[in-house]
Every structure is written in structure tokens, then in C-alpha cells.
């Protein structure tokens, strides 16, 4: 299975100094990580995020980017911008930004070309909301947004691609997919980029579980075969809760 990735999304939390204070709570818990670590820190917070991970075995994460090299995009900031400022991935296609932002798979789908283009990798975000859970479509809904935002790329690329599976009605909610229905999707996701590529390419590709993994269920859930790590939101907002989903991710 592919290589077990812990990624924290602060999301719209944590002033510049405020993001250093937490990562330097965090170093000396996650420095002997068996997995890869990464903080998704605001836009404002990239410049304190890197110059504390310097050195250490934590990356850092931008939360979204334009699909465009530059332009007249008022507020938007290129990957060739996170690029240039040292950033080595990207947050895309969180249901957030599709809900609130007018995010939509194919637009989605662009910002993954944008991103990969300059460089960078990418955390996709796919996931269903409640009610197309209820109506039985969670598989078809999410092998589309599977299939749109990989369009174009290359089997080479996809290794610079994580897919995180964040079903809508648990992100935020306290509700969490119990550890065989994330599995289930997780599994099913990775038939979709078998079906796209080869097996081989989907065995090796990192698909997360997100919504509302804490330090109390991380265990159970990573313990599932197609679960490869965490996107993880709120408990990435304290280091003791987060070192012990990194710890949990063997």
C-alpha cells in the first residue's frame, strides 16, 4: 500500500506567531515519525511554517492555489507563487472550498494541472455529502471526482498525488465514518485509479482518511488495509493530539 502520510489542515487558524508556537510544541513529538508529516498552515502563516519546519522531518502545506501561472486574479495566489516561496504541496479540492467557494471538479481538476505543473505535490480532496451517502450514490459521486481531477495526469505524476477521502457530513461534525465504511471507500478509490492507470500505480498511491480523525480513533483507522494516513482538521490544532495520530500511523 502506498507510504502512510499524517497531514494536518489548520485551516483559518493561527496568526504567523501563533503557527510557530505550535510547531515548535510539535517538533520534538513528531521527530522519530515512521511516516511523513505535514502542516497545511493559511496562506499568511507559510513564511513562519517553513522557516520553523527548517531542518526537521515536518513539511509544509498551502491550503489551495489558482490554476493559472499569473494574471489578473485578484486575491489568488499561483503554484508557481508556493513554488518559488519553498512550499512543497498543496491542499486541493477541500470540500470546504468546493461548499463555500464554488470549487467544482472541473475547476478542481485545473488547479491539480497548476499545481503539478510548477512542481509541487497534491493533497486531493474527495468526499461525499450526507445526503448522496443516504441516496447510495457515495461510490459514483466519488470515483467522478477521482476521475475528473486525475484527467490528464500522468501515472509519473500521480506519484506526487495523495488522495484524501473526506466524506462532507464528518468534517467538523464529530461524526466519523466508522473505521469499515472509510475503509470502503478507500478501497473503492483505489479501484477508480486502477481502473484509470494499472494496479500497480494504485498500490502505490497514499489515499488518507479525513473527517474528524482524532487521537481517539486514529488508531482503528489507520489500522484499515486501504487507509494510508490522515488529512486531519481540528486535533492538528494541538500538538499532544496530533503527535498521537503521527504515533498511531505505523
Same mark, same amino acid.
Given at each position: 500500500?502506498g507510504?502512510y502520510?499524517i497531514a ?5 487558524n493561527?496568526t504567523p ?11 520534538p513529538l ?5 511516516c511523513?508529516?505535514?502542516v497545511g ?14 531542518g526537521?522531518?515536518i513539511?509544509v +502545506? ?9 494574471g ?5 495566489i499561483?503554484?508557481a ?9 498543496v ?5 470546504e472550498r468546493?461548499t463555500?467557494f464554488?470549487d ?7 488547479r491539480v494541472r497548476?499545481?503539478l505543473d ?6 486531493l ?5 450526507l ?5 447510495g450514490?457515495?461510490?459514483?459521486v466519488v470515483?467522478?471526482?477521482t ?6 495526469v500522468?501515472e ?5 498525488v495523495?488522495i484524501?477521502?473526506e466524506?462532507?457530513? +464528518?468534517i ?6 466508522? +473505521?469499515?465504511?472509510?475503509?470502503e ?7 477508480t485509479?486502477?481502473?484509470l492507470?494499472?494496479?500497480a500505480?494504485a ?7 479525513g473527517?474528524?480523525?482524532n487521537?481517539?480513533n486514529? +488508531? ?8 494510508d ?7 492538528a ?8 495520530i ?5
Amino acid at each position: 500500500m502506498g507510504k502512510y502520510v499524517i497531514a494536518g489542515n489548520w485551516k483559518m487558524n493561527k496568526t504567523p506567531a501563533e503557527a510557530t508556537a505550535l510547531i515548535n510544541e510539535l517538533k520534538p513529538l513528531v521527530a522519530n515519525a515512521s511516516c511523513d508529516v505535514i502542516v497545511g498552515v493559511p496562506f499568511v502563516d507559510l513564511p513562519a511554517a517553513l522557516e520553523a519546519t527548517a531542518g526537521t522531518n515536518i513539511g509544509v +502545506a498551502a491550503q489551495n492555489c489558482h490554476w493559472k501561472e499569473s494574471g489578473a486574479y485578484t486575491g489568488e495566489i499561483s503554484a508557481a507563487m508556493l513554488k518559488a516561496m519553498g512550499v512543497g504541496t498543496v491542499i486541493l479540492g477541500h470540500s470546504e472550498r468546493r461548499t463555500y467557494f464554488g470549487d467544482t471538479n472541473e475547476t478542481v481538476a485545473q488547479r491539480v494541472r497548476g499545481a503539478l505543473d510548477a512542481g509541487l505535490n497534491v493533497i486531493l480532496c474527495v468526499g461525499e455529502y450526507l445526503e448522496q451517502r443516504e441516496q447510495g450514490v457515495t461510490g459514483e459521486v466519488v470515483a467522478m471526482q477521482t476521475k475528473i481531477a486525475l484527467g490528464g495526469v500522468s501515472e509519473e505524476e500521480l506519484k506526487r498525488v495523495i488522495i484524501a477521502y473526506e466524506p462532507v457530513w +464528518a468534517i467538523g461534525t464529530g461524526k466519523t465514518a466508522t +473505521a469499515e465504511q472509510a475503509n470502503e471507500v478507500c478501497a473503492l478509490i483505489r479501484a477508480t485509479v486502477a481502473g484509470l492507470y494499472n494496479d500497480a500505480a494504485a498500490k502505490a498511491l497514499t489515499i488518507q482518511y479525513g473527517g474528524s480523525m482524532n487521537a481517539g480513533n486514529a +488508531a482503528d483507522l489507520l489500522a484499515q488495509p486501504d487507509v494510508d494516513g490522515g488529512l486531519i482538521g481540528g486535533a492538528a490544532l494541538k500538538a499532544n493530539d496530533f503527535s498521537i495520530i503521527v504515533a498511531a500511523a505505523k
